[in-house]
T-cell receptor, first 110, second 110 residues
Framework: NAGVTQTPKFRVLKTGQSMTLLCAQD?????MYWYRQDPGMGLRLIHY???????AKGEVPDGYNVSRLKKQNFLLGLESAAPSQTSVYFC?????????FGSGTRLTVV | DAKTTQPTSMDCAEGRAANLPCNHS???????VYWYRQIHSQGPQYIIH???NNETNEMASLIITEDRKSSTLILPHATLRDTAVYYC???????????FGTGTSLTVIP
């Protein structure tokens, strides 16, 4: 039982490049979330999904898109990366018993 | 989900009990109080949760006031490895949104 797996763990992008962060969970959870965490700050919700085929905006959605084509996967896309998107990205899935987080993706945009 | 407020930072001497307070005055009847902690840049880790009764597990104890407007997480014998940011959150069963806030940065002092 792997829980929540995020790939990649590290990435450096040039401004304007695009990329997709993958989150996979094997716990059959309905709810999945993408957060970003900047140095010294708390977690801020980017987008979330309450089930396969559904997505919704969180607190800081601008510059990101998401898709939930399969229940176990939640993808976060950056179409045109900006230095302001340098951050650590955490994916989480949730059931009634609470959250399970991935180990994070450290993204640097130069 | 109800918003929560926590002190920004706290110190605790090694071996002593660490008592971390949380206010959740707008919590609704079906929302649980959850505690998570985040060590360095790792993903947040589940500690404990409760509805209205006090709870204890191998990591900590959770004391919830009778009116459920506040709670206290107790780490009975703090160690250096307990230095982390502790998040208190109120979680219902809809999964529609979830805000962590900035948490309490606990420093355990030798």
């Amino acid at each position: 039982n792997a829980g929540v797996t995020q790939t990649p763990k590290f990435r450096v992008l040039k401004t304007g490049q695009s990329m997709t962060l993958l989150c996979a969970q094997d716990m059959n959870h309905e709810y999945m979330y993408w957060y970003r965490q900047d140095p010294g700050m708390g977690l801020r919700l980017i987008h979330y999904s309450v089930g396969e085929g559904t997505t919704a905006k969180g607190e800081v959605p601008d510059g990101y898109n998401v898709s939930r084509l399969k229940k176990q996967n939640f993808l976060l896309g950056l179409e045109s990366a900006a230095p302001s998107q340098t951050s650590v990205y955490f994916c989480a899935s949730r059931t009634w018993g609470g959250y399970t987080f991935g180990s994070g993706t450290r993204l640097t945009v130069v | 989900d109800a918003k929560t407020t926590q002190p920004t930072s706290m110190d605790c001497a090694e071996g002593r009990a660490a008592n971390l307070p949380c206010n959740h005055s707008t919590i609704s009847g079906n929302e649980y109080v959850y505690w998570y902690r985040q060590i360095h840049s790792q993903g947040p880790q589940y500690i404990i949760h409760g509805l209205k009764n006090n709870e204890t597990n191998e990591m900590a104890s959770l004391i919830i006031t009778e009116d459920r407007k506040s709670s206290t997480l107790i780490l009975p014998h703090a160690t250096l490895r307990d230095t982390a940011v502790y998040y208190c959150i109120a979680l219902g069963d809809t999964g529609n949104q979830f805000y962590f806030g900035t948490g309490t940065s606990l420093t355990v002092i030798p």
